[in-house]
């Protein structure tokens, strides 16, 4: 009776691995649009100030006024999860504090996955670039316990999304032609609003669950037949 409980119990944790697998599913896109009614009604960020994709505060507080909010010329496309994009992969020219840019992860692939309706991120690798002759590079990945992101069903396979994070200038601004550190803005925050929509990867089918499930079982009964002999 030892040996046949051990084997049910290995079945069922097999059930329980396959629903928790099931239940987290990982994002394979997340589009970034214009703050209008991308996000399907989950309302618009007061950290973005009213501008597009975000805003800048200077090292003493001060806000910029408009436009230093960074938006696009309106050509976006995704960023793609567990890949890295390289700046007008991403958007196409975006303006910030009325210089022209681009973002990329060129610094690591981003990740995430959406569990019990929270959707989890990993930006680490997010990166703003100046295009000439400015030619700064600019760290905008979220500071711990900045960021705050909502998400709402559309089908089995898509979210609307919002997040929202800061991120405050640290010896991590880059003069891209000299590939030297800027030290001069240290101190002064990116604030950051992202919304749009978000696509979980594939998962596999009723019949890969079935498999892996009947597998776990055959190797149960393998264990038992094995101990019993001895």
């Known amino acids: 009776m030892k040996h046949i409980t051990k084997t049910l119990a290995g079945i069922a944790l097999g059930c329980c691995m396959a629903s928790s697998v099931a239940q987290a599913a990982s994002i394979q896109s997340l589009t970034i649009e214009e703050i209008s009614t991308a996000s399907g009604g989950l309302g618009t960020s007061a950290l973005a100030g ?12 001060n806000t910029t006024a408009a436009p230093a909010y960074f938006t696009s010329n309106g050509i976006d496309s995704s960023i793609k999860m567990g890949s890295t994009q390289a700046s007008g992969s991403i958007s196409q020219t975006i303006v910030w504090s009325g210089k022209l840019g681009n973002i990329n992860t060129l610094n690591g692939a981003p990740s995430g996955s959406i569990s019990g ?60 032609s000299s590939n030297t550190i800027h030290s001069g803005f240290n ?21 890969t669950y079935a498999m892996m499930l009947s597998g776990l079982g055959l190797v149960g009964l393998m264990a038992y037949r094995r101990r019993k002999l001895i």
């Open 117 to 176: 309706g929270v959707m989890n991120l990993n930006f680490a690798g997010l990166v703003t670039e100046y295009f000439a002759p400015t030619n700064l590079a600019f760290n905008i990945s979220p500071d711990s316990g900045s960021l705050i992101t909502h998400v709402a069903i559309i089908d089995a396979s898509r979210y609307y999304y919002t997040a929202d994070w800061t991120h405050v200038a640290n010896n991590d601004v880059i003069n891209t």
């Open 50 to 61: 009213g501008g597009g994709w975000g805003n800048w505060q200077d090292q003493f507080g």
């Open 187 to 207: 101190g002064s925050t990116s604030i950051i609003h992202f919304e749009g929509i978000a696509t979980l990867a594939p998962v596999p089918e009723a019949e």
